[in-house]
């Protein structure tokens, strides 16, 4: 098989295996981490049309096994939600392949990701800083009422001593997880979407489709910061990571299909199996990652990854002229 990877040196292979593997960590665990997959392909010396076509084709794959993870582990994949979105996300990603590849805005569009993602990234984190100090306020008030009352009550006589055939009995508090699935509210689910949410998520699916194919961007770095200033603060952060892991399938598909049927580019079957292997040991280990992280914790990473991206898009599009 003539590959591009048979002529590469271990340095190049390399940094390959290491912003593949870690970008797909990101992306298992905050939905976000593609946007480092691609630059390491450029950085190894693959040409930018090949890598990204052979991105598309290799982590598609990787994604639907996200999917699978998510399900099995979180069980937080909203099915009816992302099948709408998954379906116009496909609409778009072909529609932007067969009609709108070289008459597009492409700059304008990489100024709006860049703006959407930072826009979204100051949200996610000035709402995670207003929420650590209500709990604060809520924890001070609780420790004065506390001392006050200790201070009117009398203390209380000694406990009776228990005798040798006494039996003792334990109260046993249970721990409830509030981020696992069967925990949360039907909202934080987003399991009974409205008509206008499933509409709406259509809409959003054709035009994240439309503008990753035309940037060559991914879908979840155009998909999450959307929704996110949307429901972010109603529906839970592992059901939207678990949404946009649904989308990104679809886009892929939608794009592979669109790309091929062109037959203007096509990939490279060994970039492409060498992309895979390491993205799937990535996805992996992040879904994992993904099941035991607190929900504030997520949403800072998720708010820290959006403004690094943004920033870092805008960054590339200014120093671009």
Same mark, same amino acid.
């Given at each position: ?205 054709? @035009?994240?489709?439309?503008? !990753?194919?035309?940037? =060559? /961007? %991914?879908?979840? &770095?155009?998909? *999450?910061?959307?929704? $996110? ?13 678990? @949404?946009?892991?649904?989308? !990104?399938?679809?886009? =892929? /598909? %939608?794009?592979? &299909?669109?790309? *091929?049927?062109?037959? $203007? ?57």
């Amino acid at each position: 098989m003539d590959t591009v990877v048979a002529s590469m040196g271990a340095g190049q292979i390399t940094v390959i295996a290491i912003g593949c593997g870690m970008g797909a960590l990101l992306v298992g665990a905050v939905g976000i981490g593609g946007v480092i997959m691609t630059p390491s392909l450029l950085v190894a010396g693959v040409e930018a049309k090949l890598a990204i076509v052979s991105m598309f084709v290799a982590f598609t794959p990787t994604v639907y096994v996200r999917v699978y993870l998510l399900q099995k582990y979180t069980k937080c994949v909203p099915w009816k939600c992302g099948s709408v979105v998954g379906c116009g996300s496909a609409l778009g990603s072909v529609l932007s392949g067969a009609l709108l590849l070289d008459s597009s805005p492409r700059d304008i569009l990489t100024y709006l990701i860049a703006v959407i993602s930072l826009l979204a990234g100051f949200r996610d984190l000035r709402g995670l800083y207003v929420l650590r100090e209500a709990k604060k306020k809520r924890m001070l008030e609780q420790t004065e009422m506390s001392t006050s009352v200790a201070e009117e009550v009398p203390p209380l006589p000694p406990p009776p001593s228990i005798s040798v055939g006494e039996e003792k009995q334990t109260e046993h508090v249970e721990v409830v997880d509030k981020d696992s699935y069967e925990n949360m509210t039907v909202l934080e689910r987003w399991s009974e979407p409205t008509n206008k949410d499933l509409f709406i998520l259509f809409i959003i699916g054709v @035009l994240v489709g439309l503008i !990753s194919v035309l940037t =060559g /961007t %991914g879908g979840p &770095i155009t998909f *999450l910061p959307m929704v $996110i200033m949307w429901k972010g603060e109603i529906v839970h952060r592992k059901v939207l990571v678990a @949404l946009s892991a649904v989308m !990104s399938a679809a886009l =892929g /598909t %939608g794009a592979i &299909i669109s790309t *091929l049927a062109s037959g $203007i580019d096509q990939p490279d079957g060994g970039l492409c199996l060498l992309i895979t292997s390491f993205a799937l040991i990535g996805v992996c280990i992040g879904v994992r990652l993904l099941e035991i992280v607190k929900r504030e914790t997520l949403q800072l990473g998720m708010g820290l990854m959006l403004l690094g991206i943004g920033g870092f898009i805008l960054h590339q599009a200014i120093t671009k002229y």
